[in-house]
């Protein structure tokens, strides 16, 4: 249990390292999921949002999931669409939780959200499968 929650800090201080860093490069645009703060003091120098901690949770939470589900995220492809990126070229969703790539993405996260609440719905991996599928499929028509 302690290196369970050794390895989520770590992965919360990575998350909150590459965000920083996200920010930095983009010229402290707003961030998705980051809540707009306070205006800063007078004479401060820092301008950027300060990140909500729900952010860190988020992504402890999903690779919490990842570890307790590995076949059903296995099972499910990654909408962030990285199986067809040339860097990533990620083999399912599970794939995405063997590195840091799951903490930086929405829909990593939601779809290991939603294949968790599935589960606890009593839905099989085929069903399970077919549900994330016809979300992101229905989102992608939005689109167009």
């Known amino acids: 249990m ?4 050794i390895g989520i800090m770590v992965l919360a201080l990575m998350f909150g390292t590459a965000r920083a860093e996200d920010a930095h ?3 402290h645009e707003h961030q ?3 809540a707009a703060s306070a205006a800063p003091a007078a004479g401060m120098t820092e301008t950027g949002q300060v990140l909500k901690s729900s952010e860190f949770f988020r992504a402890a ?3 919490q999931l990842a570890e307790e589900m590995p076949q059903t995220l ?12 040339p860097t990533l070229q990620h083999k399912t969703l599970l794939t995405c939780y063997t590195s840091d790539h799951a903490a930086k993405c929405g829909i990593c996260m939601h779809e290991a959200e939603m294949a968790a609440d599935l589960t606890k ?5 085929p069903e399970i499968r077919a549900a994330v ?10 689109k167009k």
């Open 25 to 27: 490069q983009h010229g």
């Open 74 to 85: 296995d099972a499910l492809y990654c909408y962030c669409k990285c199986k067809e990126s």
């Open 2 to 5: 302690r290196i369970v929650s």
């Open 133 to 142: 599928d016809a979300f992101y499929k229905a989102k992608e028509k939005e």
């Open 61 to 63: 939470k999903a690779y």
């Open 121 to 125: 719905q009593g839905k099989s991996i």
């Open 32 to 34: 998705h999921g980051a």
